[in-house]
T-cell receptor, first 115, second 116 residues
Framework: KQEVTQIPAALSVPEGENLVLNCSFT??????LQWFRQDPGKGLTSLLL?????REQTSGRLNASLDKSSGRSTLYIAASQPGDSATYLC??????????????FGKGTTLSVSS | EAGVTQSPTHLIKTRGQQATLRCSPI?????VYWYQQALGLGLQFLLW???????NRGNFPPRFSGRQFPNYSSELNVNALELEDSALYLC???????????????FGPGTRLTVL
């Protein structure tokens, strides 16, 4: 059974710092991996999606990497800003031949960036 | 282009009642997914509908049910509400899963269900 773990559960940094959020998964057979952002009480905003054949994706100050063989992904945030404060969720999608194709989520890392 | 929409935003019910939550997918998307985000439990998969059929369900009791309409919108029904059903219910939509497409899921803003 696929399990997704995110470490740390919470992180506080001063504005301007570069930071890394970690995600690990137990089964390397995945279709893709997505990073989401969630503001308190709100829905999810997709940040980056990495297909299983890809190693990384970049969008602005965000860079996500994927190492399927070791079951790990990282989300790198450069030059953090107070507006980056939110909970970041990692989710993996099983291979399409498996029933469901629903996302399996980690519990998230809550990031607080102070000015 | 409009994103995934959900209604109502908030819903307050009492134990034993029934709740109905609604979701409208992005135009062109045929798959709708329902997830529950309860405090401390993280996001858990509830149901997947595609082309009007229930394709899979997560580890939830039968009192969680739903349907998908011909226009691909969807309803989630929760019968015999219990206190632990209080959660944020998120709907997501995607193109029908098939090889060669990313089938990225796009999420709505959620419905906050409170059971008193």
């Amino acid at each position: 059974k696929q399990e997704v773990t995110q470490i740390p559960a919470a992180l506080s940094v001063p504005e301007g710092e570069n930071l890394v959020l970690n995600c690990s998964f137990t089964d390397s057979a995945i279709y893709n991996l997505q990073w989401f952002r969630q503001d308190p009480g709100k829905g999810l905003t997709s940040l980056l999606l990495i297909q299983s054949s890809q190693r990384e994706q970049t969008s602005g100050r965000l860079n996500a990497s994927l190492d399927k063989s070791s079951g790990r992904s990282t989300l790198y945030i450069a030059a953090s800003q107070p507006g980056d404060s939110a909970t970041y969720l990692c989710a993996v999608r099983p291979p399409l031949h498996q029933a469901g194709t629903a996302l399996i989520f980690g519990k998230g890392t809550t990031l607080s960036v102070s000015s | 282009e409009a994103g995934v929409t959900q209604s109502p935003t908030h819903l307050i019910k009492t134990r034993g009642q029934q709740a109905t939550l609604r979701c409208s997918p992005i135009s062109g998307h045929t798959s709708v997914y329902w997830y529950q985000q309860a405090l401390g439990l993280g996001l858990q998969f509830l149901l997947w509908y595609d082309e009007g059929e229930e394709r899979n369900r997560g580890n939830f009791p039968p009192r969680f049910s739903g349907r998908q309409f011909p226009n691909y919108s969807s309803e989630l029904n929760v019968n015999a509400l219990e206190l632990e059903d209080s959660a944020l219910y998120l709907c997501a939509s995607s193109l029908r899963p098939s090889g060669g497409k990313s089938n990225e899921q796009f999420f709505g803003p959620g419905t906050r269900l409170t059971v008193l």
